[in-house]
């Protein structure tokens, strides 16, 4: 399973950036898709996931700016960010958790894509 991301870049603060996540190879069945983002020093965390049948979450410190969709075949998601601000600056990653039958599942990474907003 390979994760291709893309959309990354510079911004100003107050403006916006797309992400995009496209996912192929051994895909049977998607559980879910979400990004991840990492600041310098900091843990990774959870930043929006959306399931097979479309329920999303968000953090916190994202929701009513951030919105997180998939396509119709399901196989790429997308990152609409907003009102971006400085503290959003991170190294931000594609997961996928992939049904593996009897209860499995499997998680991959794509290789993360920066985004810098300046002040």
């Known amino acids: 399973v390979r994760l291709v991301e893309s959309g990354g870049g510079l911004v100003q603060a107050g403006g916006s950036l797309r992400l995009s996540c496209a996912a192929s190879?051994?895909?049977?069945?998607?559980?879910?898709m979400g990004w991840f983002r990492q600041a310098p020093g900091k843990q990774r965390e959870l930043v929006a996931v959306?399931?097979?049948?479309?329920?999303?979450d968000y953090a916190d410190s994202v929701k009513g700016r951030f919105t997180i969709s998939r396509d119709n075949a399901g196989n790429t998601v997308y990152l609409q960010m907003n009102s971006l601000k400085p503290e959003d600056t991170a190294v931000y990653y594609c997961?996928?958790?992939?049904?593996?039958?009897?209860?499995?599942?499997?998680?991959?990474w794509g290789q993360g894509t920066q985004v810098t907003v300046s002040s």
């Open positions: 190879g051994s895909i049977f069945s998607i559980n879910a």
């Open positions: 997961n996928v958790n992939l049904d593996g039958g009897s209860g499995t599942f499997y998680i991959y």
């Open positions: 959306i399931t097979s049948g479309d329920s999303t």
